[in-house]
């Protein structure tokens, strides 16, 4: 591997951020210098945003985050204002962009899409706050097969419906930059990726998960052709790990960090020949030129995110947290949240839950009186 360069994954979820130091650890491990934590919702308590910020403040150097819209009270008639207050609240404390899950079928609940017109007033104040969004559209292809996961479109929308909303709200919000993550959502097929780019100036992709990874390694040449003529619209993210599951534990989550990216970068910056782990068909190396990797790898992160925002606001974040641990205290200690996805540290399709056990709850619950009871933000290195 040739690049020397800093390298930004712009795709990370972290739903325990006393998990830090392995991620950092990780890092180190494979030469990455920055990562973007995007938030979720929570329905329990609205989102986790505050967690990202906590794990923000431990070391704002290395990582920045993406902050979510609370869903509670969707619809109701106040909600776009307390969306727009929140969302300011998230910029001043130091939110790069806007997360949204609103263009995945599986959703935590409500479930609402982005095509919604009630979820429309989301981009108006993201066009306001100039914040990019990066918006979760579709899934891998064959959930759409007969028998799968979404194939009941009295349930689901279809990948077209989806695709054709995603183009109207590019042209609705041209002064918005979108992040479609997973290569679009659309790895197998990067010619459709391309003409939705060529066609809107504020759309961008990155290449985050397992199945987008998948889709690439097995196709090189198609890959390798469609980056380098879309260089300054891709972005770097690897394996879209959740850390805080339950399926890699802590004592060797630094190791599978650093072997994941790796992995990526065997495959953007070699033209190494493979077999797959799961199957005998051969994958390959993009081979990347360095001005195309310092592109992908940290360049256009910097354009779309800015720079790591230096002076934030973050007394109203702080002034969340006594709510937050409340809330938190109201959760039984068995699995909150049920999520059917992937979890790319476990290598594939898997049903994972966020659970809470008392121990994880005392841990968080002390890591957030430590901040709270900081007189300064960023609270340092705990």
């Not at 934590?37 to 920045?64: Q, Y």
Request: proline content about 7%; overall charge negative; aromatic content about 8%.
């Amino acid at each position: 591997m040739h690049y020397t360069g800093p390298i930004v994954d712009s795709h990370v979820h972290l739903l325990r951020p006393d998990l830090v130091p392995q991620l950092l650890r990780g890092l180190d491990g494979a030469g990455v210098a920055r990562v973007m934590i995007l938030s979720l919702p929570w329905p329990e308590v609205g989102t986790m945003n505050l967690l990202a910020h906590v794990a923000r403040w431990m070391n704002p150097d290395r990582i920045g985050l993406l902050a979510a819209p609370d869903m509670r009270g969707f619809g109701e008639s106040h909600w776009v204002e307390k969306q727009a207050q929140q969302l300011a609240e998230e910029k001043r404390a130091g939110a790069q962009g806007i997360k949204l899950l609103n263009g995945r079928p599986a959703q935590l609940a409500p479930r609402v899409f982005f095509y919604d017109p009630r979820f429309r007033p989301i981009f108006e104040i993201a066009a306001t706050l100039q914040l990019p969004v990066l918006l979760h559209v579709a899934d891998v292809e064959d959930r759409w097969c007969p028998g799968a996961m979404y194939h009941d479109n009295t349930l689901f929308p279809s990948r077209e419906l989806l695709y054709h909303h995603l183009e109207r709200l590019l042209y609705d919000f041209p002064d918005v930059q979108f992040v479609i993550p997973h290569m679009a959502g659309h790895p197998c097929e990067l010619e459709h990726v391309a003409r939705l780019l060529d066609a809107h100036d504020n759309m961008w992709v990155d290449t985050s998960s397992l199945w987008a990874y998948r889709a690439m390694v097995v196709r090189p040449k198609r890959t390798r052709a469609f980056v380098v003529d879309h260089a300054d619209r891709v972005l770097f993210g690897g394996f879209d790990y959740t850390l805080g599951l339950q399926s890699v534990t802590d004592s060797r989550l630094s190791q599978t960090i650093a072997h994941g990216y790796r992995r990526w970068r065997r495959f953007l910056e070699t033209d190494d020949s493979w077999l797959l782990d799961w199957t005998t068909q051969p994958g390959g190396g993009l081979d990347l030129p360095d001005d195309v990797l310092s592109c992908i790898y940290w360049q256009n992160a910097s354009v779309l995110f800015g720079p790591n925002p230096v002076e934030i606001d973050s007394g109203p974040i702080l002034d969340r947290i006594d709510g937050f641990l409340q809330s938190l205290g109201e959760i039984a200690d068995a699995p909150t949240t049920r999520v059917t996805g992937v979890d790319d540290l476990a290598g594939g399709e898997t049903t994972f839950s966020l659970t809470l056990g008392a121990p994880d709850k005392a841990t968080l619950t002390q890591l957030l009186l430590d901040i709270r009871d900081c007189p300064i933000a960023p609270c340092g290195q705990h």
